[in-house]
């Protein structure tokens, strides 16, 4: 039973396109978040929600817009795909402020736009 | 804001060796967690070890043990009998207690264990 799950893992399309990225947990945590993975490998986070509700914003533009349909989904839309939105795109989940702290990775959407 | 600094790109190890990766952060909070993460070629984020800031204790699970060092803001990991499956990005994370709870990550470095 994989804990965190992303579809697509692999997507191409082309530029201007407009795709969506799924994401689910099982694990019962109110915390949920989006990082962005570039091509050197440098991992940071786009937003976080926790409870369905957006608690971090992190200087992302406005074409890529999170729902949180419930806590257990976090989905990521982008319009207007660039060249410059290639890279892998991390959804994790943690349960927030319980001393607990560890975030669960999915595997990973390698988004390449041509 | 917090960041993260791992100063060696790319490392590599003998197997069943020993290897220690450095990792230092800039924080002015007290109250903290710092964290090791393998990203190995599947591309899985997979949690290695957990350090909490107010423990004096270093941390270690199995081969992997942390030198944190809080009054110099250093947390290097060590990994002892290093094994082919060891190879990974090594990630090293903060993460402030109480705030966003969003990780900060290092630039990683890559570890190659060679037979």
């Known amino acids: 039973d994989t804990a965190v799950s992303q579809t697509p893992k692999y997507l191409v399309t082309q530029m201007g396109n407009d795709k969506s990225i799924k994401c689910e947990q099982n694990l019962g945590h109110d915390t949920m978040y989006w990082y962005k993975q570039d091509s050197k490998k440098f991992l940071k986070i786009m937003f976080s929600?926790?409870?369905?509700?957006?608690?971090i914003n992190e200087t992302v533009p406005n074409r890529f817009s999170p729902k949180s349909p419930d806590k257990a989904h976090l989905n990521l839309h982008i319009n207007s795909l660039e060249l410059g939105d290639s890279a892998v795109y991390f959804c994790?989940?943690?349960?927030?402020?319980?001393?607990?702290?560890?975030?669960?990775f999915g595997q990973g959407t390698r988004l390449t736009v041509v | 804001a917090q960041t993260v600094t791992q100063s060696q790109p790319e490392m590599s190890v003998q197997e069943a060796e020993t290897v220690t990766l450095s990792c230092t952060y800039d924080t002015s909070e007290n109250n903290y967690y710092l964290f090791w993460y393998k990203q190995p070629p599947s591309r899985q984020m997979i949690l290695v070890i957990r350090?909490?800031?107010?423990?004096?204790q270093n941390a270690t699970e199995n081969r992997f043990s942390v030198n944190f060092q809080k009054a110099a803001k250093s947390f290097s990991l060590k990994i002892s009998d290093s094994q082919l499956g060891d190879t990974a990005m090594y990630f090293c994370a903060f993460m402030q207690q109480g705030g966003s709870e969003k990780l900060v990550f290092g630039k990683g470095t890559k570890l190659t264990v060679n037979p």
């Open positions: 929600y926790n409870n369905k509700e957006l608690i």
């Open positions: 994790a989940s943690s349960q927030y402020a319980t001393g607990s702290t560890e975030a669960f």
């Open positions: 350090q909490e800031a107010y423990k004096q």
